[in-house]
């Protein structure tokens, strides 16, 4: 059955980095348009990073542009969030999605929490 599993996710203080890793299985990786999503609590859930197939285009969020980096291998099934200089505005639940025509996944969720 189709999987998405994230972690990575934890504590930090503002500043600090992290990298979120999302490992798939159960279809077709290589041709699925894969993102980053995210949720604090009381808000919608948002787009941080996207990065299409086939040429891994990669697109942002104005505010994780120039810090955050998304990334992808596809002969392991798995996408990356490197995220660097972190703000507590960045504490959130991070979803992972894979998306092809109408087919789309969610993954479970991980949380970060900048704070010091």
């Known amino acids: 059955q189709v999987q998405l599993v994230e972690s990575g996710g934890g504590l930090v203080q503002p500043g600090g980095s992290l990298e979120l890793s999302c490992s798939a299985s159960?279809?077709?990786?290589?041709?699925?348009?894969m993102s980053w999503y995210r949720q604090a609590p009381g808000n919608e859930r948002e787009l941080v990073a996207l990065i299409t197939v086939p040429k891994d285009i990669t697109t942002y969020s104005d505010s994780v542009k120039g810090r955050f980096t998304i990334s992808r291998d596809n002969a392991k099934n798995t996408v990356y969030l490197q995220m660097n200089s972190l703000k507590p505005d960045d504490t959130a639940m991070y979803y992972c999605?894979?998306?092809?025509?109408?087919?789309?996944?969610w993954g479970q969720g991980t949380q970060v929490t900048v704070s010091s």
């Open positions: 999605n894979a998306r092809a025509l109408v087919n789309s996944y």
């Open positions: 159960g279809f077709s990786f290589r041709y699925f348009d």
